[in-house]
């Protein structure tokens, strides 16, 4: 079976820090995948970045990295110079082997980015 | 514009009654699925399909319904037999290309209210 957690219920940020968020994962799968949606206060979900189990590189994309710990299985997001636009609730999510079509999601982090 | 619509955006339906949550995509894709969100909670999967005429149960199927028609729709009923049907409900689609990287995309969903 396929967990995420992810430990911090809530954050408060100051506006233009760095800020990281914390998601852990266990699965027993060698191969998987690792996402991290953003839901604003509309509620939609919307996609921010992927790593893969045997990506050699941590993923980045724009103010988002993934700082990937396989040993530690730990897929935590880092967003530079936070903006008041980030202010969102956050979802780590996994997807297993081949054929296992779900995604698993973490109970979310709401990020509040303080002006 | 390529995206997911999902309507209506607020549904109320007394005890009772079955209704049907609506999810069209024109990304051409194969792969659709709908998630259901409670407060506090990350997603749980309903059902999925990965084909035209194909769906799979997921978590939480029971007191749930799907029909996949036509690749582009693939609508959700809302039975009389689901005990707690008050939540949140995202439709999500992914290309449905084999591994751990299909990224799932979501619409902006509907908050379902039993009355």
Redesign the interface.
């Known amino acids: 079976a396929q967990k995420i957690t992810q430990t911090q219920p809530g954050m408060f940020v100051q506006e233009k820090e760095a800020v990281t968020l914390d998601c852990t994962y266990d699965t027993s799968d060698p191969s998987y995948g690792l996402f991290w949606y953003k839901q604003p206060s509309s509620g939609e979900m919307i996609f921010l970045i992927y790593q893969g189990s045997y990506d050699q590189q941590n993923a980045t994309e724009g103010r988002y990295s993934l700082n990937f710990q396989k040993a530690r299985k730990s897929a935590n997001l880092v967003i530079s110079a936070s903006q008041l636009g980030d202010s969102a609730m956050y979802f780590c999510a996994m997807r297993g082997k081949v054929g296992n079509e779900k995604l698993t999601f973490g109970t979310g982090t709401r990020l509040t980015i303080i002006p | 514009d390529g995206g997911i619509t999902q309507s209506p955006k607020y549904l109320f339906r007394k005890e009772g009654q079955n209704v049907t949550l609506s999810c069209e995509q024109n990304l051409n894709h194969d ?1 659709m ?1 709908w998630y259901r969100q409670d407060p ?6 309903i059902y ?1 399909s ?1 084909i035209v005429n194909d769906f ?1 149960k ?2 939480i199927a029971e007191g749930y319904s799907v029909s996949r028609e036509k690749k582009e729709s693939f609508p959700l009923t809302v039975t009389s037999a689901q005990k707690n049907p008050t939540a ?1 409900y ?1 439709c ?1 689609s992914a290309s449905g290309r ?12 509907t ?1 379902l209210t039993v009355l």
């Open positions: 792969a699925y506090g909670q990350g997603l749980r999967l999925y990965q799979q997921g978590d949140f995202l999500a084999a591994g751990n990287t299909d990224t799932q995309y979501f619409g902006p969903g908050r």
